[in-house]
């Protein structure tokens, strides 16, 4: 795959003069960006020929092809800085596939009743087996984030919500917590399901495989996750019910709890090595040397998600997050054409789509990692993500709020642009949930700001409903008044910190 994409990189500035809108593009200011431009954009990424925008497949392909014609067309140009891979920065991945397992749980000589469909189970290697009493570990992990007990042989249980421990320094993440316990040898580890979503989608999600980056693939010999009811059959024998195990868990001095039970467990799996890809894309700026911004959001979903006996078997993806990407290239259309109107920006923007974000923010801590521009150059990150779901006119969140100094700027922005502000913190939730975070964990000033998370109750409607399943399609219904003000707000984001006049980071204090 990645012979082709070096090949067709090679034609797409080719192609872009075929394709540009910005010939025609009248002398006058920039109209603001449409609901029907978005949905454009949404239509072609998320209609059933892209095939869920998984990675590793022909839709990925697809994707990348998509989106790098359409910057080329737009007059911007590479963002790898690389003359070997221009355009796609190859993301080494190894996926895994469970085909079937086998999950028992005994209390002496007495079966305990789980639901086959509670409990999933992966191997790292292709078959995989792990016998013996599980250990409650909590988090997995004590106040100053080294284990909390040894977990060598060990069957382990843990919960997979971010530990909060009063007081603590922000602590390793479930991915990270996982590695760690597979690294201290650990026989299986077995994680609560991710609060906030359906087990229909955490099955559906992991039905599809799950990766890792092959240069960080550290897995214990057994992997599952856990419904609540089968989480609940497992704790009664130790006195605990998950409410007074969560309790327990986040409390000082929590010592880790061996469950009297002895699970069974064996997987068989299929596993993959393959090259995913980011796409990066450039518009350059008029004074280099003087920084970057970053506008990132990822572009791969699930797939082929369905058996071939049911109805819809694509998960589409549109709002999560064709959506996104959409805004993305809107937002690269309208700065292109004031560059080209005689307006250039400072500053370099780059524009990113990354891939396997839904699989663990993979493309985006690859690019941390192995970034194609410093990260001291990069002075802020705006991460775009599931952003039609408000109405227009929503109010105006940040996941970050607090984190990095720039809601000040962010706020007086949206006002100015007529929009109210949501200045409560309850979007940070999702501040580990998105790909920004991998950039914020190297110090790179990160946030997502827009409508969508400033309304948990809308945002959680969707979470618990068609997120991640096939029914994520673009409708006639679906809400594009926010994602064109979201894609509006983020044209004059990045005019103000592109600028050098407007925001000097050493002036301002960030």
């Not at 190859?90 to 409990?119: C, N, Q, W």
């Not at 292709?126 to 060598?152: H, I, K, M, S, W």
């Not at 309850?426 to 991998?438: C, K, L, S, V, Y």
């Not at 983020?490 to 050493?506: G, Q, S």
């Amino acid at each position: 795959m990645i012979t082709c994409f070096r090949r067709c990189a090679l034609s797409v500035l080719a192609l872009a003069a075929a394709v540009s809108p910005l010939a025609a593009a009248a002398q006058d200011k920039p109209a603001p960006i449409s609901e029907s431009e978005v949905r454009t954009h949404i239509a072609i990424l998320a209609s059933d020929d892209f095939e869920g925008r998984a990675p590793g497949t022909s839709g990925e392909t697809k994707t990348l092809d998509y989106l790098a014609k359409t910057w080329a067309s737009y007059g911007l140009v590479s963002g790898t800085n690389d003359a070997a891979t221009p355009w796609f920065q190859p993301v080494p991945l190894v996926e895994r596939k469970p085909y079937a397992h086998r999950f028992s749980a005994m209390r002496g000589s007495r079966t305990i009743r789980i639901d086959s469909d509670a409990v999933i189970l992966a191997s790292k290697d292709t078959q995989g087996q792990a016998r013996g009493e599980p250990l409650f570990v909590g988090y997995g992990v004590a106040a100053d984030g080294t284990l909390n007990a040894d977990v060598a042989g060990r069957i382990v249980i843990m919960l997979s919500a971010e530990p909060k421990f009063e007081g603590a320094a922000k602590l390793p993440s479930r991915r990270e917590r996982e590695k760690l316990l597979a690294e201290a040898g650990a026989a299986a580890v077995l994680l609560t399901a991710p609060d906030g979503m359906s087990w229909g989608a955490v099955r559906s999600a992991l039905g599809s495989g799950s990766m890792r980056r092959a240069s960080d693939d550290a897995a214990p010999p057994i992997s599952g996750l856990l419904r609540a009811d089968a989480l609940k059959a497992l704790l009664r024998p130790a006195g605990l019910s998950p409410a007074a195990a969560m309790r327990q868990a986040g409390e000082p001095g929590f010592a880790p709890v061996s469950l009297p039970v002895t699970l069974d467990l064996a997987a068989t799996t299929s596993v993959r090595a393959f090259d995913s890809h980011n796409v990066i894309a450039k518009l350059p700026g008029a004074r280099p040397g003087s920084g970057a911004i970053l506008l990132l959001g990822h572009w791969d979903h699930f797939g082929i998600c369905r058996s071939e006996e049911a109805e819809d078997r694509i998960c589409n993806g549109a709002v999560d997050n064709a959506s996104g990407m959409a805004v993305l290239l809107t937002i690269a259309e309208r700065l292109a054409r004031s560059a080209e109107m005689g307006a250039p920006l400072d500053r370099d923007v780059y524009f990113m789509g990354t891939t396997a974000e839904e699989r663990g923010l993979l493309g985006a801590y690859h690019f941390a990692d192995n970034p194609n521009v410093p990260l001291d150059q990069i002075l802020v990150a705006l991460n775009v993500d599931t952003v039609a779901i408000a109405p227009k006119g929503a109010p105006v969140a940040i996941v970050g709020r607090g984190e990095t100094g720039l809601d000040e700027i962010v706020d007086s922005i949206a006002i100015a642009a007529g929009r109210t502000v949501e200045t409560g913190t309850e979007a940070n939730a999702f501040i580990r949930r998105q790909d920004g975070w991998a950039l914020a964990a190297k110090g790179v000033k990160s946030i997502m700001a827009g409508g969508s998370f400033a309304d948990m109750a809308l945002l959680q409607a969707f979470l618990t409903t068609v997120y991640h399943q096939p029914e994520d399609e673009l409708t006639d219904a679906t809400p594009l008044g926010g994602a064109a003000d979201d894609a509006n707000l983020h044209v004059d984001l990045v005019r103000h910190f592109a600028d050098e006049a407007k925001y000097t980071p050493a002036a301002t204090g960030d």
